[in-house]
């Protein structure tokens, strides 16, 4: 009887797996077995992801400055970061918040596509005037460079008593 699988699809990617009934270590991707070692991923649980997306991921300053706190017709994003205290010219604050949300939040794992492995990282944003906003960053690790880049972050629908 075979056990449950808890690799990722692509990329070779594996991670210690675990249930009651089995324990069984899978081959690491070489790049991935140094991030293991310095803690970038703690482990993979059968069912729970204790992994984070490292500090030095790569947060284009274009996605910052000309898409998520510019003002657009479709997809606006800029006034819902505003309630933070995110705004333009500076996008120095929202870089290190989101620094901060990858760092308290762990990353799950969404789906490969052609390009890499996409994941998701849900929770709370601190402004820099101290209100919290509730958010979900998408980011991908990339085949080519096998490095995490981020791709956007989205509002979280609040019900009517969290508002």
């Known amino acids: ?5 808890s690799t990722f699809v692509g990329q070779g990617i594996g991670l210690l797996s675990r249930s009651s009934h089995f324990r069984r270590r899978i081959i ?20 729970e992801s204790r992994m984070k997306i490292p500090q030095d991921a790569i947060i284009e300053e274009q996605k910052l400055s000309e898409y998520l706190l510019a003002p657009r017709n479709e997809d606006d994003k800029s006034g819902f970061l505003a309630l933070g205290g995110f705004t333009l010219p500076d996008t120095t604050p929202l870089r290190n ?16 596509n052609t390009y890499g492995r996409i994941y998701a990282v849900s929770g709370d944003l601190v402004g820099v005037n101290g209100y919290t906003l509730e ?6 690790l ?22």
Not at 1 to 5: E, I, K
Not at 135 to 140: A, L, V
Not at 142 to 163: I, M, Y
């Open 1 to 5: 009887m075979g056990t449950p699988s």
């Open 28 to 47: 690491l991707h070489t790049n991935l077995q140094e991030r293991l070692r310095i803690g970038f991923i703690d482990h993979y649980y059968v069912g």
């Open 97 to 112: 918040a989101i620094l901060k949300h990858i760092g308290e939040h762990n990353a799950s794992p969404q789906r490969q």
């Open 135 to 140: 958010i979900t960053t998408i980011w991908i």
């Open 142 to 163: 990339l085949n080519h460079d096998e490095r995490f880049h981020f791709v956007t972050l989205k509002p979280e629908r609040r019900g009517e008593n969290n508002a």
